[in-house]
């Protein structure tokens, strides 16, 4: 079987999400998309369109989650690079089944309310990889 993916956008985390998307929208001409609030995932979002591709920034809104601690270990700049898929559920069980580690065994609610796994970097020669199926 063939698994078809393509690059769906490329996330940075940020302290301040405004200031960095405003920097994108001066520098690249960027449009914004769209935002939103995250609180499953305590993260505030900012989705924007560059060109043909999309750039999404996220910002902790919470002390505790997995963005507030990558951004204290790591600081700002790159945090993932997103893949389309048209079924993630059974994307997930495939990686699973071929040994791959999962953060995210089951999808859970992202941007747009689109559905969303992550891809641990160990399996991913360091890279956090998510996988998002669009919902209409």
């Known amino acids: 079987m063939i698994h078809k993916y393509s690059i769906d956008h490329v996330a940075l985390v940020a302290r301040d999400a405004e200031a960095v998307a405003q920097h994108y929208k001066n520098m690249l001409a960027a449009t914004e998309i769209t935002r ?20 999404e920034i996220i910002t902790p809104t919470v002390d505790d989650s997995g963005v507030a601690r990558f951004l204290d270990k790591r600081g700002e700049g790159f ?9 993630i559920e059974l994307e997930l069980a495939r990686l699973e089944s071929e040994g791959y580690r999962l953060i995210d065994s089951k999808p859970r609610k992202g941007i747009g309310g689109h559905l969303v796994a992550f891809i641990h970097p160990e399996s991913t020669h360091g890279v956090l990889i998510e996988l998002v199926q669009h919902v209409d």
């Open 36 to 55: 939103d609030d995250i609180p499953e995932q305590g993260v505030f979002v900012i989705l924007l369109q560059v060109g043909d591709s999309k750039l």
């Open 79 to 87: 945090h993932h690079v997103a893949y389309a898929v048209e079924d």
